[in-house]
C-alpha cells in the first residue's frame, strides 16, 4: 500500500491527555509485539487493568514484562487466543470473568500464502474478521455489563480495495488472491462495525473501527520487501496506535459508533474511483459499500451462522 506522507500525527500521549482509565479493564488481541503491544502500554499507562490476547504466551508474557517496567503500572495479565482455532476463541471467552469495558480486535495477518481452517474458511477472513466476531459475540455479557463499553476493530485502508459480496466471499469461494481476501476481511471490519453498534448500542456498547495508518510492524512479513513500508513514510507506533487509543478511551469518541476513523478523526467518504499505489490520497477515506447497512446485516447473519457452534 502507498506510504504516508503526513508527519503531524497525534500520539498516544496526546489523545490520552487528561483521561483517568482506573477501574475500566481492557483485553488487546495480538498484543504480544508491535502496534498492539503500544496499544495496551498506552491504555495500561492511563490506569486500565489490562489483558494481552496472544497465540504465543512466552512473547505476551515478555510484552507485558515491558509494559509493566515501562509505564510503572501493574503488570498486564497474559491470555492465550488463536483466532484461527474455535476451540481456542470459546475458551479465551469462556475463561474472562467480570466486566469489559475496551475490547480492542488488533491482531490480523496480512497476505499469506493461501491456508484455509478445517470449517473452510480462508485464513485472513477467519484471523481477521470472523475469529474477532465470535470472540466479541461471545464477550457480549462481559461487555454489556459494563454499561459505556468500547469495541474498536481495526481495519485498513486495503478495504477501498476490497467490496464484500457475501454470496460470493471474495477471496473465499473464488481463486485465492492475497491482496483481494485481505480486503474482504478489512472491509468486514467496518461492516461488522456498523452492524454490531446498530444492535448493541442500546446496551450502552460504542462500536467503531480504523485504519491505524502505516507502521512498520510484523504485519508486513509477508510482502516483498519492495511493498514494505520504508522508516521515512511511516508513522510511529505511538503514532498509529492514537487512533484505536483514541476511541477505545477517550471521552470524545463517544458518538464514534458505526464509524470508520482515520488519523484520529471520522474518515471522509472516498470518492475517487481509481486507486494508484503512487498516490496516497487515492487511499484515503472510507468506502461507501463499507458502510452499506444492508451488506452489514447480510454479513452478520453469515458470522452468525458461521460461528454458531464454536
Same mark, same amino acid.
Given at each position: 500500500? /502507498?506510504?504516508s506522507?503526513?508527519?503531524a500525527?497525534? #500520539?498516544?500521549?496526546?489523545v490520552l491527555s487528561?483521561?483517568?482509565l482506573t477501574?475500566?479493564r481492557a483485553?488487546?488481541?495480538?498484543?504480544s509485539?508491535?502496534l498492539?503491544?503500544?496499544i495496551?502500554r498506552a491504555?495500561?499507562?492511563? *490506569?486500565a487493568?489490562?489483558? $494481552?490476547?496472544?497465540?504465543? +504466551?512466552a512473547r505476551g508474557d515478555?510484552a507485558?514484562?515491558?509494559?509493566?517496567t515501562? #509505564?510503572?503500572?501493574?503488570r498486564?495479565?497474559?491470555?492465550e487466543?488463536d483466532?484461527?482455532?474455535?476451540? %481456542?476463541i470459546?475458551?479465551t471467552?469462556?475463561a474472562?470473568?467480570?466486566s +469489559?469495558?475496551i475490547l480492542?480486535? !488488533?491482531?490480523g495477518?496480512m497476505?499469506?500464502?493461501?491456508?484455509?481452517t478445517?470449517?473452510g474458511w480462508?485464513?485472513?477472513?477467519m484471523?481477521?474478521h470472523?475469529?474477532?466476531?465470535? +470472540?466479541?459475540?461471545?464477550?457480549?455479557p462481559a461487555?454489556?455489563t459494563?454499561?459505556d463499553?468500547?469495541?474498536?476493530?481495526? %481495519?485498513?485502508n486495503?478495504h477501498l480495495?476490497?467490496?464484500?459480496?457475501?454470496?460470493?466471499?471474495?477471496?473465499?469461494a473464488e481463486?485465492?488472491?492475497?491482496?483481494s481476501?485481505y480486503?474482504?476481511s @478489512?472491509?468486514?471490519?467496518?461492516?461488522?462495525?456498523?452492524?454490531a453498534n446498530r444492535?448493541? %448500542?442500546?446496551?450502552?456498547i460504542?462500536?467503531s473501527a480504523?485504519? /491505524?495508518?502505516?507502521?512498520?510492524?510484523g504485519l508486513? @512479513?509477508?510482502?516483498?520487501a519492495e511493498m514494505r513500508?520504508?522508516?521515512?513514510?511511516?508513522?510511529? $507506533?505511538?503514532?498509529?496506535a492514537a487512533?484505536p487509543?483514541?476511541l477505545?478511551?477517550?471521552p470524545?469518541?463517544?458518538s464514534a *459508533?458505526g @464509524?470508520?476513523f482515520? !488519523?484520529v478523526?471520522e474518515? /471522509?467518504l472516498?470518492?475517487?474511483?481509481?486507486?494508484?499505489?503512487s498516490r496516497?490520497?487515492?487511499f484515503?477515506?472510507v468506502a461507501?459499500?463499507a458502510?452499506?447497512?444492508?451488506t452489514a446485516? @447480510?454479513?452478520?447473519? $453469515? %458470522?452468525?451462522t458461521?460461528?454458531?457452534?464454536?
Amino acid at each position: 500500500m /502507498p506510504a504516508s506522507t503526513s508527519s503531524a500525527h497525534p #500520539t498516544t500521549t496526546d489523545v490520552l491527555s487528561g483521561v483517568d482509565l482506573t477501574g475500566r479493564r481492557a483485553l488487546v488481541t495480538g498484543a504480544s509485539s508491535g502496534l498492539g503491544e503500544e496499544i495496551a502500554r498506552a491504555l495500561t499507562a492511563a *490506569g486500565a487493568e489490562t489483558t $494481552l490476547a496472544v497465540r504465543d +504466551l512466552a512473547r505476551g508474557d515478555a510484552a507485558a514484562d515491558r509494559i509493566a517496567t515501562s #509505564t510503572g503500572r501493574g503488570r498486564p495479565r497474559v491470555m492465550e487466543l488463536d483466532l484461527l482455532s474455535p476451540a %481456542s476463541i470459546s475458551r479465551t471467552a469462556a475463561a474472562w470473568t467480570g466486566s +469489559l469495558h475496551i475490547l480492542v480486535a !488488533n491482531a490480523g495477518i496480512m497476505v499469506p500464502p493461501e491456508s484455509r481452517t478445517a470449517e473452510g474458511w480462508e485464513s485472513q477472513f477467519m484471523t481477521n474478521h470472523l475469529g474477532h466476531f465470535a +470472540l466479541a459475540e461471545r464477550l457480549l455479557p462481559a461487555l454489556t455489563t459494563a454499561r459505556d463499553a468500547r469495541v474498536v476493530l481495526a %481495519s485498513s485502508n486495503a478495504h477501498l480495495l476490497g467490496p464484500v459480496d457475501v454470496d460470493a466471499l471474495a477471496g473465499q469461494a473464488e481463486p485465492y488472491e492475497p491482496w483481494s481476501a485481505y480486503a474482504v476481511s @478489512k472491509t468486514a471490519l467496518i461492516l461488522f462495525a456498523v452492524e454490531a453498534n446498530r444492535r448493541w %448500542s442500546a446496551r450502552g456498547i460504542t462500536v467503531s473501527a480504523y485504519n /491505524p495508518g502505516f507502521i512498520q510492524t510484523g504485519l508486513q @512479513k509477508n510482502l516483498p520487501a519492495e511493498m514494505r513500508v520504508s522508516t521515512a513514510g511511516a508513522k510511529t $507506533l505511538s503514532e498509529g496506535a492514537a487512533t484505536p487509543v483514541f476511541l477505545a478511551a477517550s471521552p470524545d469518541a463517544a458518538s464514534a *459508533g458505526g @464509524k470508520y476513523f482515520e !488519523n484520529v478523526a471520522e474518515a /471522509p467518504l472516498a470518492v475517487d474511483e481509481v486507486r494508484d499505489m503512487s498516490r496516497p490520497e487515492t487511499f484515503r477515506g472510507v468506502a461507501p459499500f463499507a458502510l452499506d447497512e444492508d451488506t452489514a446485516a @447480510k454479513l452478520w447473519a $453469515l %458470522s452468525e451462522t458461521a460461528t454458531e457452534d464454536w
